[in-house]
């Protein structure tokens, strides 16, 4: 086993481990990867000689005086994301395309020291929550493989729950990066839209799509989203985090007794799998015993707007994205994928109208209930099912996990993944959610009451 020298990083205020032998610290990673035989959680993997050089210059360049916060870091990007190079396939292989650049997310923590081991599975064309609909084979849950990994970042999660690479990218247009992240025990962040930009990514629903980081470390995964943070002239809808006159984000700062809302009552969380209600509470009290204070609210308005996002003309977004390649290449796509997208098409444009009126009228009542708090606090999603449940009810499934994850950026809400103990062997996971540019508090609030 490699070791590693504890080095301290200009410029944050964490430590990052530094191999003391790159290469013996790569050839370790890969042996572990072969060991674990799960084939199905990559689609495209680097030579090891090749990542070996790369974090062999990256350590030189430390060692040399310069200050690369992400140095060590041996990273996954879900294959929606451009890595120049390697073939970009939205997990669909007749829509493949090979990048001359970098996304701009990967390009800053390139740039940060990150060296990228591979391209990861994932749910084709970001659609799903379950990690089952790709033709590179359906994602096994890390350590429970009679279970789905979540979705749609499916492969990014197991290979940092298998301890393949130290953290890993995702996208989050409906919980895709939350769940798989709950689902494995992991930190999963949710940056608010528009920070993170998205040139260089496939577009699910291009308004909507927000890239994500995970990892096992909460200092880890919210380095690797600040990495990423700041607007790029490639994509129109990056924005900057506002700052006060001082430098810093209005909004943030959390009180000594954070108040997080909760459901009015446990009724309105509604179905949940067998001890998830329990695992709720438990993490619930625990944040009360740490010194938040609780809310009780109302989750209507909210559960509404998650509804609009696939069963509204909302879903049309998804067949502008790539409707055209699914039309043609019909045979290419995996079936259930096909039908979301297809199924999309002949909406009729007064509908959108009359849906975007609706969602403002839900998004003033959601920003009444959220007035006042530092954060919600809910659990992730609602069941972690078997392989065999997803293939019995591909859509019922699917859309019973985004209970709690759909409405967040369809609000403009950020949003953050936080592992909470255990259920009968499974991870189980909840969740802060709070307003736009509310990043740092979240993981403030996380590091207060619920870490």
């Not at 084939?39 to 070996?52: G, K």
């Not at 701009?104 to 060296?115: E, I, K, P, S």
């Not at 591979?118 to 096994?140: E, H």
């Not at 459901?263 to 509470?281: F, H, K, Q, S």
Request: one cysteine or more; proline letters at 8%; glycine letters at 10%.
């Amino acid at each position: 086993m490699s070791t590693t020298t504890t080095a301290a990083t200009p410029g944050t205020n964490r430590v990052v481990p530094l191999p003391d032998d790159p290469r013996a610290h790569v050839a370790e990673r890969y042996a572990r990867l072969a060991a674990a035989d799960r084939p199905e959680v990559w689609i495209t993997l680097r030579p090891e000689a090749e990542v070996a050089d790369e974090l062999v210059a990256v350590v030189g360049r430390v060692r040399g005086g310069e200050e690369l916060p992400l140095a060590g870091v041996l990273l996954a990007v879900k294959d929606n994301i451009d890595v120049a190079g390697l073939p970009t396939t939205a997990a669909c292989p007749a829509f493949a395309y090979r990048p001359g650049r970098d996304a701009v997310a990967v390009a800053r923590l390139r740039a940060a020291g990150a060296v990228v081991v591979g391209k990861t599975n994932l749910d084709q064309f970001a659609t799903g929550l379950v990690g089952t609909r790709s033709p590179y084979g359906a994602v096994r849950h890390a350590t429970h493989p009679d279970r789905v990994s979540g979705g749609s970042s499916s492969g990014s999660a197991v290979a940092v729950a298998l301890g393949l690479v130290d953290a890993a990218l995702g996208t989050d247009t409906a919980g895709s990066g939350r769940v798989p992240a709950a689902f494995h025990g992991l930190w999963g962040v949710k940056p608010t839209k528009g920070t993170v930009p998205a040139t260089g990514v496939v577009p699910a629903c291009r308004t909507q799509d927000v890239v994500t980081a995970m990892a096992a470390d909460l200092d880890l995964a919210r380095l690797v989203a600040t990495t990423m943070t700041g607007p790029d002239a490639g994509d129109p809808l990056s924005r900057p985090v506002p700052t006060g006159p001082l430098g810093s984000v209005p909004g943030t700062a959390v009180a000594s007794a954070p108040r997080l809302g909760v459901p009015a009552t446990t009724a309105d969380l509604g179905e949940l799998a067998p001890g998830w209600a329990e695992a709720y509470e438990a993490a619930v009290a625990r944040a009360f015993a740490a010194g938040a204070v609780a809310v009780p609210v109302d989750l209507a308005p909210f559960l509404a707007v998650a509804r609009m996002l696939y069963e509204s003309t909302f879903v049309a977004e998804r067949y502008a994205a790539v409707g055209a390649f699914v039309d043609a290449h019909p045979d290419a796509v995996d079936p259930t994928v096909g039908r979301i997208i297809g199924g999309a098409r002949d909406l009729p444009a007064w509908r959108l109208f009359a849906d975007l009126e609706r969602l403002d009228a839900l998004r003033a009542v959601a920003d009444g209930v959220l007035a006042g708090l530092d954060a919600l606090l809910l659990p992730t999603t609602t069941q972690h099912p078997t392989l065999a449940a997803v293939a019995a009810d591909p859509v019922g499934v699917n859309t019973a996990l985004g209970r709690f994850t759909n409405f967040a950026n369809l609000l403009d809400l950020a949003a953050l993944a936080v592992p909470a103990g255990r259920v009968d062997g499974l991870p189980f996971g909840v969740q802060l959610v709070g307003p736009a540019f509310s990043d740092e508090r979240l993981a403030a609030v996380a590091r207060t009451v619920l870490a």
